[in-house]
């Protein structure tokens, strides 16, 4: 299996300003993913987290509002950029981990409010 | 289109009394179905996963089902308790170059004393 830590597990941020969260995993994966989750509402892929390239975005997702970092194989990170109260949500970091039977690992999420 | 529809949307039961979540998929091409519990502010946990050929899969007081004819799967709680409290979501697996899931809105599972 993999443990995945993210940080900040929570946070209250003010309208317009960036947040960025960080995604640490035991071991090294092949893929990462980032989702969103808005109150009530089940996940919403952002991105897939390539190392050694750019992000690959799904649709209605941009680089400029979410950037992504992943500058190795066991960490990344994704800023949440000019926010809005509408970006109020569980961003959750998830990895794709070859070798086991159930490979979609998911990290404990962080909670973000903006005000 | 892809989709993962999931019933109920909350229920609410008992402690010690057994309950069955229901999934429909229309996702093609298949390549597993997983089962995650989801607690309040957590991330999801999975809790089954089966292939096309499998009918079902125990783990604990969990058995999820899968009818791969009618694109049905079920997930039966025995026996339930307040830690079983949570969301249980459906996620379907697309095969491709990469594990892309599909995501069913979740049941909101309430076990009360």
């Known amino acids: 299996s993999a443990v995945i830590s993210q940080k900040p597990s929570r946070d209250i941020c003010q309208r317009g300003t960036s947040l960025t969260i960080q995604c640490q995993v035991d071991?090294?994966?092949?893929?990462m993913f980032w989702y969103r989750q808005q109150p009530g509402q089940s996940l919403t892929l952002i991105a897939t987290a390539n190392q050694g390239s750019e992000a690959t975005y799904e649709s209605g997702f941009v680089i400029d509002k979410f950037p992504i970092s992943r500058p190795n194989l066991t960490f990344s990170t994704l800023t949440v950029s000019n926010m809005s109260p509408e970006d109020s949500s569980i961003y959750l970091c998830?990895?794709?981990?070859?070798?086991?039977?159930?490979?979609?690992?998911f990290g404990p999420g962080t909670r973000l409010t903006v005000l | 289109k892809n989709q993962v529809e999931q019933s109920p949307q909350s229920l609410i039961i008992l402690e010690g009394k057994n309950c069955t979540l229901q999934?429909?998929?229309?996702?093609?091409?298949?390549?597993?179905l997983r089962w995650y519990k989801q607690d309040t502010g957590r991330g999801p946990v999975s809790l089954t996963i089966?292939?096309?050929?499998?009918n079902t899969k125990s783990n604990g007081r969990y058995t999820a089902t899968l009818d791969a004819d009618t694109k049905q799967s079920s997930l039966h709680i025995t026996a339930s308790q307040l830690s079983d409290s949570a969301s249980y979501i459906c996620?379907?697996?697309?095969?491709?170059?990469?594990?892309?899931?599909?995501f069913g809105a979740g049941t909101r599972l309430a076990v009360h004393p």
């Open positions: 996620v379907v697996t697309l095969s491709g170059g990469y594990n892309k899931l599909i």
């Open positions: 089966m292939t096309f050929s499998e």
């Open positions: 071991s090294q994966v092949t893929m």
């Open positions: 999934c429909n998929y229309t996702v093609s091409p298949f390549s597993n």
């Open positions: 998830s990895v794709d981990h070859r070798g086991s039977t159930d490979t979609q690992y």
